[in-house]
């Protein structure tokens, strides 16, 4: 019976994703502000959705309008666009877009594992190319590796 006590006493946050949710049973993510001078609302919106994404498909946390069990909260603070990959004729092969977000964790039922960080991706593409014309898939791209970051970092606890 002694035995039978403690087993049920015991508990074991486990998930194939890697992630550790406690309690929670919900989650809310704020629309991450577009605050760097080049940053577009579109990006920031892709951004936004690219977390809500990957923690609906690897959490079972339900999404929330507000007020979640665990909140997300950020800016889009950096958004550049610089040169690499410079060839003889000193002209740039590639150009690459780093993407800056600033991220504010807020666990309501462990407010200790609450948290503030930066975090930064980037891509390459064609130096040809407008930026207006590969914004979209570049942002995509990049939302994807920030977001796997954001939860790395948050419920991942890395």
């Known amino acids: 019976m002694v035995l039978l006590l403690l087993l049920s006493a015991c508990r074991v946050n486990y998930s194939f ?3 550790d949710v ?11 502000e577009a605050r760097a001078p080049l940053a577009t609302p579109l990006s920031a919106q892709v951004l936004t959705e690219s977390v809500r994404d990957l923690l609906l498909a690897q959490t079972p946390l339900k999404l929330k309008q507000e007020e979640g ?3 997300y909260s950020g800016a ?3 958004y550049d666009v610089q040169p690499v990959n410079i060839q003889a004729n ?3 092969a590639l150009n690459r877009l780093t993407m800056t977000v600033r991220i504010t964790y807020v666990n309501t039922l462990e407010p200790k594992k609450n948290k503030e960080f930066t975090v930064a991706r980037f891509a390459d593409y064609d130096s040809g190319q407008d930026l ?3 914004e979209e898939q570049l942002a995509r791209d990049i ?3 920030l977001a796997q970051d954001i ?8």
Do not use: P, Y
């Open 17 to 19: 994703t890697g992630g």
């Open 22 to 32: 406690g309690d929670a049973r919900t989650m809310s993510v704020e629309l991450i």
């Open 69 to 71: 069990d665990v909140q």
């Open 76 to 78: 889009l603070i950096g």
């Open 90 to 92: 000193e002209t740039a």
């Open 132 to 134: 207006t014309a590969v």
């Open 143 to 145: 939302g994807k590796q």
């Open 151 to 158: 939860f790395d970092r948050t419920l991942g606890d890395w």
